[in-house]
């Protein structure tokens, strides 16, 4: 019990460092993306250090949730990928102790840490979000810094537009100044030229201190006649001026209860009590535009009390409408027209805006309910990427910053994706919004339940090797030979026997040529009919590894060469494409299928008979060199 006591101390642990490392780099990732949506907008207004810092903090705590599966997916992948890439993995299997058992000390671990991002989600998270947009609407609303460019209108002082030709840089002083000030109308503009000119902000940073030397002023002259064509305008000339404008670059916060009626600022607690005081107002707005519709629109208007008693009274069914309308002149059907077609635009206009007050409120009852259940399902994806993230490393027994940090990736866009877009389709009300919102858990949990069932079992389903001699076969695909010349022999080859063997192998070659008749089209009903294995050349490829494995011992490169260019048959590929009979019968009546494999496995029976006739050239070649040998001994 002590020795698994400190096997579990030693598997968190190695876990813990690793987690500690990949939360604080998948939360800077985050809060770099969060904050290159807003740097445009940020950008350029001075802000203080401690506006900053507090941003920088804010958005910190309302990105941990998004961080911590992520950074759980990625420390199970480097944890157990470690784990088998230094054989401490099969070190525990040897020792009788399962995976899952291995698991345990992490599965907690996480357990806990879903509690408290779930704890974190709904007590912490709705301050900081809230107080975060606050935060983001008043930097938004902040005056920016006077930084006047050279050669276009700078506009973003109110009432102001300034044309600078050239700025020194090292002095402050601009060069050739052209200033329209606005701020009294603009059939009022002052024009202000002057040569040289400086900007300075006063100490309280309500006003622009503006030094203006050598230049005019044109100043437009209020007219005392209407009638007057004429518009007096004064000019004058200065040596030096100064001037103060009106610019506060103070940080104003903003009152966030603006911002009270957003789902992500609450807790549970409050979202489900909004949901039912939105409910009862969409309710009763509902009830009350139904209401205003059956009585304005549904009810007759413009007629007296004696045609609106006989128009209800008589059935709907005795009324002829183009009868009616037959009898008027031409006139009055133009004009009863007119008044319909106007009718039902105003009707339209009405109704749709009715429809947008309902279709709104709709949205919002969808969001709360999203907003809600999203507090849960990010909780738990925390014990679920952990599912994924372990059996994964296991099998692929990778560690460090490579292979792993590809997968997680991968996986965590594949659960962005269905998240965010099942989601999005939810609350625009084309699927259930509980099923969209928990759609990534419902595709993900049963796939870290598989990988975890496959890697305790250590099934070959992972076998990488498998899945590579599978695409070979499907494309035709064959490894190469590399036989090198070895330092070192042990065992000295046996040329005769091997000499011999390869003689028997070049007729047993020749013999299948002669019968198979490899080169003409195979039967196909016998091609989909048949499941058993070609033995013979089974057989052939069998001997020839064993001739090659013998001869690769070899000091002579002439003669390894001759080994490199033998092929590595396939054994399989030219009989039936698989070995249940029943699966063959069925690929073979799917006729546009079964001609395309039919004509697949002729291309490897060409191939076959390629292969063999290379065998027997080189393996005379290699028997020729083997005598050259054994003569000169």
């Known amino acids: 019990m002590l020795r698994i006591k400190k096997l579990d101390i030693f598997i968190l642990k190695s876990f813990l460092l690793l987690f500690a490392g990949t939360f604080f780099i998948c939360l800077f990732i985050f809060m770099m993306q969060f904050l290159w949506r807003y740097v445009d907008e940020l950008v350029g207004k001075g802000l203080e250090m401690n506006v900053l810092a507090q941003f920088f903090f804010l958005s910190g705590l309302t990105l941990i949730p998004l961080s911590l599966p992520l950074a759980v997916l990625l420390a199970a992948l480097m944890t157990f990928g470690n784990f088998g890439e230094r054989y401490e993995l099969l070190s525990m299997k040897a020792a009788g102790i399962p995976l899952l058992r291995i698991m345990t000390p992490v599965v907690l671990f996480c357990i806990l840490l879903g509690g408290m991002s779930f704890f974190f989600q709904n007590v912490i998270g709705p301050k900081a979000q809230k107080e975060l947009w606050t935060l983001l609407v008043s930097m938004k609303q902040k005056s920016p810094e006077v930084d006047i460019p050279e050669g276009v209108f700078y506009s973003d002082i109110e009432g102001y537009n300034i044309y600078v030709r050239h700025k020194d840089r090292e002095t402050g002083l601009l060069k050739d100044v052209l200033i329209y000030n606005f701020s009294d109308g603009f059939d009022n503009a002052h024009i202000i030229w002057a040569e040289e000119g400086k900007l300075d902000l006063t100490a309280d940073k309500q006003h622009l201190y503006l030094h203006l030397f050598n230049g005019e002023q044109f100043e437009n002259l209020r007219s005392q006649s209407v009638l007057s064509r004429n518009i007096p305008y004064r000019r004058e000339s200065f040596r030096e001026k100064h001037a103060l404008i009106e610019f506060n670059t103070n940080f104003n916060m903003v009152d966030g209860s603006f911002l009270n009626g957003r789902s992500d600022i609450k807790n549970m607690n409050e979202i489900s009590a909004a949901i039912d005081s939105l409910r009862h107002r969409a309710d009763s707005t509902g009830q009350a535009l139904h209401k205003e519709i ?22 709907a069914a005795s009324i002829n409408i183009d009868s009616v309308y037959n009898t008027l002149a031409s006139s009055e059907k133009l004009k009863t027209l007119s008044a319909a077609t106007s009718k039902v635009s105003s009707l339209a206009t009405d109704w749709n805006f009715k429809s947008f007050t309902t279709t709104e409120a709709d949205k919002d009852i969808r969001t709360h309910r999203s907003d809600w259940h999203k507090k849960i399902t990010l909780s738990l994806a925390c014990v679920i990427f952990f599912f994924i993230g372990a059996p994964l490393g296991a099998i692929i027994r990778k560690g460090g910053l490579g292979m792993p940090v590809v997968l997680s990736v991968i996986i965590f866009i594949l659960y962005y994706i269905i998240d965010s877009g099942a989601t999005r389709v939810a609350k625009s009300d084309e699927m259930n919004i509980v099923l969209g919102t928990w759609m990534s858990t419902l595709v993900l949990a049963p796939l870290g339940g598989f990988l975890t069932y496959k890697s305790n079992k250590d099934s070959v389903v992972f076998n990488i090797d498998l899945y590579t001699a599978f695409f070979r076969k499907v494309f035709g695909l064959r490894m190469a030979r590399h036989l090198y010349r070895k330092e070192v022999i042990i065992e000295t080859p046996q040329y005769a026997d091997d000499a011999a063997a390869l003689q028997a192998i070049i007729l047993q070659c020749a013999d299948y040529q002669r019968q198979q008749r490899l080169k003409q089209l195979p039967n196909y009903f016998r091609l989909f009919t048949n499941n058993q294995a070609d033995e013979a050349v089974a ?29 590595v048959l396939f054994v399989k590929s030219h009989k039936s494409p698989f070995d249940n009979r029943w699966l063959n019968a069925a690929v073979g009546l799917a006729l546009p299928v079964g001609l395309a494999v039919y004509l697949h496995i002729w291309r490897y029976r060409l191939q076959l008979d390629k292969d063999l006739t290379v065998i027997m050239e080189n393996s005379e070649k290699i028997i020729e060199r083997i005598n050259n040998q054994l003569n000169i001994q």
């Open 294 to 315: 059956m009585q304005t629109t549904f009810r007759p208007t413009q007629l007296t009390e004696a045609d609106s008693t006989q128009l209800y009274e008589t059935p």
């Open 539 to 567: 057989d052939i490829s069998n001997r020839l590894e064993q001739v090659i494995e013998d001869l690769s011992n070899s000091k002579d490169a002439a003669l390894l060469n001759y080994l490199n260019n033998l092929p």
